[in-house]
């Protein structure tokens, strides 16, 4: 009887185990790529709602870029201009 138990019951109970560990692996790495999304340059993940979205380049490919890196392209583009206004 022991051995019955062994043979069909062990390898059952595994695989039920194996089957509810992947599909807790799949939850939790599908839900955050549904709500959020890398920014291009900084490679943090943000939410769709704060980056902004700009296809770019001959494949008109899309990419979101977050406020903090618009703010700082935009900073240093300021700068760039009145240090060549300036001489
Ligand atoms: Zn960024």
Redesign the pocket.
């Given at each position: 009887m022991f051995f019955v138990f062994c043979i069909f019951i062990i390898p059952i109970v595994v695989l039920v185990l194996l089957l509810l560990s992947t599909r807790q692996k799949d939850d939790t790495e599908t839900q955050p790529t549904e709500i959020n999304k890398e920014?291009a340059?900084?490679d943090?993940e943000f939410p769709i709602s704060e980056l902004t979205e700009q296809e770019i380049g001959d494949y008109r490919r899309l990419y979101a870029?977050?406020g903090?890196?618009i703010e700082n392209l935009y900073q240093d583009h300021k700068k760039k201009l009145t240090i060549e206004s300036g001489e």
């Open positions: 920014c340059i900084c943090k870029f977050c903090y890196c």
